[in-house]
DNA sequence: TAGTAATAGACCGACCGTCGGTCTATTATC
DNA sequence: GATAATAGACCGACGGTCGGTCTATTACTA
């Protein structure tokens, strides 16, 4: 056996990238340890000895998730020229863009997220995302609550609502999915449209902002998106 | 050996109790097909007559789950003296004071299910009462759009959004009780208030309603609930 | 300073215990 | 006699363990 000794955050790496291939596709609990290690070229005991469990490397996926979440968000806090409705839209707008973009990996994060036996997959990455997300957005809030661009008395939690109400829209954004894979393409965009409006006229209200200052979508978005 | 041959669906009943008595204990994941068997006196024989797998336990038990908590909310719709902030507030006067009279029961069922190694049971129990939940509250809020009494054009997504929220406060809840289970019961009740209000706050204002229309809260409730 | 001994830790894969689920045989019920 | 209900031995797959090997670096010696 030839035995290919690399540095050890290589083979975390590398072992993180297998589990997302492989967790992404089949989901967590479908995906053995073995299925794992025959993807990444190692053996059970090279892996346990970088990883103390299954669910610890489903947590290092995770956690790296978030980190590269936090660093493509974090350059918006520092743009001076942005008050906060600027900066939720911005947000907004990039979350808009990325999706357009990089729809198809997008759609599979999409797929293997809200699946529904990937339930633990999900929980782990929603927690992470969320802790991350939460001090960012919560810093938007009460930037925007001092300079008077948005009326949000507790940012912290204000800010939790607004990701609750994300959430929510992400799990409709899956089912959307769903029907346009099925063939269904220009109802599931109607629906998804919809929903994204209502979801934008959701967020203006909790924040006390007129109607139509926050852009969460634009036309032809969902079938953008959708049919990409 | 004895043989107890009761009609079948006492023995499924008796299955699902004892999966809730040991799902929620426990866990799903932790919770094994012979503990069921075990405390519920059968054979895994017969385990598998009544159910098809141990996943169809589960679903049987949500969706048990889902029927009460519909039951329960039923007679608020058959009620005419009220309007759309009338049944809005009777819900969360319903459920606060559930709360408080069955702290106990309630407490162990937000642990059970928050807890982070339950993920699997929380989604399925989630997705069964959402499903039950949401034509609920749409029905209410298309009343109330249609009285004039509050603001929702699309029913059904702003109910969504507004069970997105409710689904968020839950998960605060569940951070208090075990802030509270701690020992740090006071200052768990002044976070767990502060939140409340705030979720208040939110609903209020994703319906346009005037400040202090919708009664979320009311003053010592989280103490009453935590310490109980 | 070249050569060697010692140590750390990366890595291997056979093996184990547990668990969900199956199968066959037996017993109750109508 | 047919079918529903029950028993429990058994199976295969899976997560995880364990004894041990191999390599690269460090420490020691002459």
């Known amino acids: 056996m030839t035995r290919i000794v690399k540095s050890p955050d290589i083979r975390t790496n590398e072992l993180i990238d297998c589990a997302q291939r492989l967790f992404f596709e089949h989901g967590y609990e479908n995906t053995t340890v073995n299925d794992v290690i025959r993807e990444a070229g190692l053996s059970k005991g090279a892996f346990y000895h970088y990883f103390a469990s299954k669910e610890a490397l489903l947590e290092a996926l995770a956690a790296r998730m978030a980190r590269q ?13 942005l008050d906060g409705v600027g900066r939720l839209n911005a947000l907004f707008a990039n979350s808009r863009r990325m999706k357009v973009d990089m729809a198809p990996q997008l759609k599979n994060t999409y797929n293997a997220l809200f699946k529904p036996e990937n339930t633990v997959l999900y929980h782990r990455i929603d927690e992470a995302l969320t802790e991350v997300t939460l001090p960012f957005m919560t810093e938007i809030l009460r930037r925007g609550q001092e300079e008077g661009s948005l009326d949000a008395p507790d940012p912290e939690a204000m800010a939790l609502m607004l990701l609750n109400l994300r959430l ?21 965009a109607a629906m998804l449209d919809s929903w994204m409006q209502s979801y934008g006229l959701a967020v203006e209200r909790v924040l006390k902002l007129p109607e139509g200052s926050i852009q969460v979508t634009e036309p032809g978005f969902a079938r953008a998106f959708l049919a990409a």
């Not at 979440?69 to 020229?81: H, Q």
């Open 69 to 81: 979440s936090l660093d493509e968000m974090r350059p918006l806090l520092e743009d001076p020229s």
């Open 168 to 188: 929510g829209v992400a799990k409709v954004m899956y089912r959307a999915l769903q029907q346009a894979e099925a063939g269904d393409v220009e109802s599931a």
